[in-house]
């Protein structure tokens, strides 16, 4: 069954690093999602991805973040300078069309220290 | 905010009995999903329901949605002990986003 695949599952930077998570989506998906889970806090929408561009952002998602799709496959999330409380599971999800089932992967845990 | 509310916040039942979550949200919607989360691991997506859509079956899962009282309830039947998970409803207003509710902390009892 295909599957949305996310890369590293742990990743561990030091605060003011760059940090890139990495996203594969199911190949004939066309919306891409990251969402974030603050440990022991609800999942929050951080941005929305269609057609080559963000279609919605939400509050969270400021200047520190970017997303990209720099090929045919991969989805990436980049946080330019990190900070302690961005410490959370990142989770990216892709979905077939707008208004669909939107299937997840298994998260990046991502730990600022 | 148009988020989804579960209730209740932590459920505990012996294996073989039904578990009923409930969800409540403020906004109109598209669509409603559920999706469920095992400790630490990713979101399984369960069920998705439409705005205009009242019941909807997927094996042992049940789920309604009262687009009048704005609330949805997720029924898992015959519960077994790998069931044991977080439930989270998401509400999708057509902004190509979820919003996801605070979870059900279900645990199944062998």
């Known amino acids: 069954e295909p599957e949305v695949t996310q890369t590293p599952s742990h990743q561990v930077t030091q605060m003011g690093q760059e940090v890139i998570l990495r996203c594969v989506p199911i190949?004939?998906?066309?919306?891409f999602y990251w969402y974030r889970q603050i440990l022991g806090q609800k999942v929050e929408f951080l941005v929305s991805?269609?057609?080559?561009?963000?279609?919605?952002k939400s509050e969270i998602f400021d200047d520190q973040f970017s997303v990209e799709r720099p090929d045919g496959s991969n989805f990436t999330l980049k946080i330019r300078s990190t900070k302690l409380e961005d410490s959370a599971m990142y989770f990216c999800?892709?979905?077939?069309?707008?208004?669909?089932?939107?299937?997840f992967g298994q998260g990046t845990r991502l730990t600022v220290v | 905010s148009q988020q989804g509310e579960e209730d209740p916040q932590a459920l505990s039942i012996q294996e073989g009995e039904n578990a009923t979550m409930n969800c409540s949200y403020k906004?109109?919607?598209?669509?409603l999903q559920w999706y469920r989360q095992n400790s630490g691991r990713g979101l399984v997506h369960l069920i998705l329901?439409?705005?205009?859509?009242r019941e909807k079956h997927s094996g042992r899962l049940r789920v309604t949605l009262d687009t009048s009282k704005k609330s949805s309830s997720l029924l898992i039947t015959a519960s077994r002990a790998a069931d044991t998970a977080s439930y989270f409803c998401?509400?999708?207003?057509?902004?190509?986003?979820?919003?996801f509710g605070t979870g059900t902390r279900l645990t199944v009892i062998p």
């Open positions: 998401a509400t999708d207003a057509g902004a190509n986003n979820l919003f």
């Open positions: 329901i439409r705005s205009n859509e």
């Open positions: 991805f269609y057609n080559n561009e963000i279609s919605e």
């Open positions: 999800a892709s979905s077939e069309a707008g208004e669909q089932e939107a299937f």
């Open positions: 190949s004939n998906h066309l919306y």
């Open positions: 906004t109109s919607i598209n669509n």
